[in-house]
């Protein structure tokens, strides 16, 4: 199947084209006829899947379509996102798919000058890309006018709910046309996100090509578990030597500038990178990883959102999520667009109810593997995993997925159920 056959103008077609995107992936194949044909969406589908250009090409053919009009000065569709980088990365990506049009763009976002921000907005643009705490500064301020915004994007909608912006989503979507179409994409169906459809949407179609996994298949996920003292021990030993990238997630930003400073001292190019770092440093650092003069990066869950490496093999938890959805975003860094990934996980005792929190999302247990040199130990609070399976530095475990509350919605046409049998650990 090629994208025209999905009913896009050539225009389009030949902007991806040259950006080397000849073949609709399966969230773009099923959600992008949908969309075109007005209708609102909710799909399920796990990061790295393609669900950008899923929302965002059914958009810029819409408005490219139809001229400002009245609206010159007023943007016409508005995608939310959960944070700066993220609303970057879907900013450009926009840019990129709409090159053959006229279409304008900006991103909207905290940690940022609002000169710019301001001077884009005074000039006009169509299509706005906003985490929702700046858009709100933009509207209490008045510089911003959301009446004739057409459609309305909320991408990883469970993560912004994650960091607790549903009352700015409840706060924002009023405030637009109530005959605005909206496509709302998720790696997860929590029942906060189910509440957000049921009051966002109309008659929503339900997308899911996850298969009831909530990360990639091809993605295998181990756990190591270790004394405290010994995590950051660990974790040098697992990247020594490896000749590949490695992301990194601590839990709090002095955390992960001691583990980055640990690692430079074992000899490693390493960048880091959370919310005290100025959005240039930031922005300095996820450069550098992308271009490869950077072999690990040590982040923050909020820091890391949109960063989109094609080939990222590794994922390390080196300190559990607290959230269990957030173990989901993290693993979805790596075995993007069906590439293989490897996530491991660095738990210590008392980390045992955060790890069952996150097998609850899982069909199966995570499988322990013991390192050797590393003695295991008892974690604590819960936890029910597989025993250590001793094999040296680990081999293939579980490929995990997971479920997330169902709301009823309509199911595309045409589709028929899918049972997903979980593989059995190896």
Known sequence: MSFSE???????????????????????????????EGKDIVARAQTGTGKTAAFGLPIIQRLASVPRGAAKHRPRALVLTPTR???????????????????????????????????????????????????????????IDLSAIQVLALDEADRMLDMGFQPALRRIVPLLPASRQTLLFSATLSQAVVSLVQAFTTNPVRVDVSE??????????????????????????LL????????????????????????????????????????????RALAAFKDGRVDVLVATDVAARGLD???????????????????????????????????????????????????????????????????AVPLGGGGHGRGPQRRGNGGPGPRGAGHGGRPRFQHRKGASPRRHVAPAIA
């Open 85 to 143: 980088e993220l609303a970057v990365q879907v900013m450009k990506s926009l840019a990129s798919y709409a090159s053959t049009t006229s279409l304008d763009f900006t991103a909207i976002y905290g940690g940022a000058s609002m000169y710019h921000q301001l001077r884009d907005l005074r000039r006009g643009v169509d299509v706005v890309v906003a985490t929702p705490g700046r858009l709100i500064d933009h509207l209490e301020r008045g510089s």
């Open 6 to 36: 999905l009913g896009l103008l050539p225009a389009l077609c030949s902007a991806l084209d040259r950006l080397q995107l000849v073949t609709p992936t399966p969230i773009q194949a099923q959600a992008i006829p949908l969309a075109l």
């Open 212 to 237: 009831d996994q909530v990360v990639a298949a091809t993605v295998t996920h181990h756990v190591h578990a270790v004394a405290t003292d010994r995590k950051r021990a660990l974790l040098t030993h």
């Open 309 to 375: 490496i094609a080939h990222l093999p590794l994922v390390v938890n080196y300190d559990l999520p607290l959230v269990p959805e957030d173990y989901v975003h993290r693993v979805g860094r790596t075995g993007r667009a069906g590439r293989e990934g490897r996530a491991v996980s660095i738990v210590s005792t008392g980390d045992g109810r955060l790890l069952r929190d996150i097998e609850k999302l899982l069909p199966v247990p995570l499988a322990h593997v013991a390192v050797e040199g590393f003695e």
């Open 240 to 283: 020594t030597g490896t000749g590949e990238q490695a992301l990194v997630f601590c839990k709090t930003k002095h955390g992960s500038d001691h583990v980055g400073d640990h690692l430079e001292r074992a000899g490693m190019n390493v960048a880091v990178i959370h919310g005290d770092k100025s959005q240039g440093q930031r922005n």
